[in-house]
């Protein structure tokens, strides 16, 4: 009768749980050079972010800050209009971020850091000589 307890592969086979006398089936994981099965699901990025868009964001966003650090006629200056500057560019890149190019959103928060970054040194080294330029 196929199908019944005596054809291997049944639960009334005696290999097919491991009786005593038969080795234990054994299985083993694929080693990935055949395919077995359904292969996995590939998620791809809808927006990618691209080289380009992220150089053009970093260019502005440098543009920027050297605008505004070019106003300053101290360091005082220096520092507040790199703070403003950098806070509103963090501003445009959060809205970029959401609405717009995701690469220039990326470009523009590196090199406003970069810029607000420099200006703290500048405010931390006077501060190390006496001098606390914030206020």
Known sequence: MPGGPGWP???????AQGAPGWPAPTTRAPSGLFPSGRPRPTYREPHPVRRPAVAAGAGSGAL?????GLLASNARGYAWLSISAGLVAWLTALALARYGDRGVAVGIAISS???VGIAGIVVLARFAGG???LW
């Open 9 to 15: 592969g049944t639960p009334g086979w005696p290999g």
């Open 64 to 68: 920027w800050m050297l605008l505004f």
């Open 131 to 133: 001098h606390w330029l």
């Open 113 to 115: 850091a970069v810029g």
